[in-house]
């Protein structure tokens, strides 16, 4: 059975295309997200729902920036590409 894309080779290492895959991950799922459920006319006509939608991009917002940054300080050679969050 072939491998699935995000998963790791031998050893545990991440590589730069884990990193662009995850940041293209979140930046799919976040479109996706805000255009068919946090633009809904159920969700966006209720101020509870659409706080509760805002919320949720904020956090995936975050996430994206977060994954971008660690990406960006990578490439600068700042911080070891080292991680194993098996």
Avoid: N
Avoid at 20 to 32: G, Q, Y
Avoid at 34 to 57: G, L, N, Q, W, Y
Avoid at 58 to 77: K, V
């Amino acid at each position: 059975m072939p491998k699935k894309s995000h998963e790791r080779k031998a050893g545990g290492e991440l590589d730069d295309f884990h990193r662009h895959e995850a940041l293209d991950r979140v930046s799919v799922w976040l479109d996706h997200f805000s255009e068919h459920i946090a633009a809904h006319p159920v969700i966006s006509s209720s101020p509870d729902f659409s706080a509760r939608c805002e919320k949720i991009t904020d956090l995936c917002g975050a996430l994206y920036q977060a994954i971008g940054q660690e990406t960006h300080a990578i490439e600068a050679g700042k911080i070891r590409a080292i991680r194993d969050h098996s």
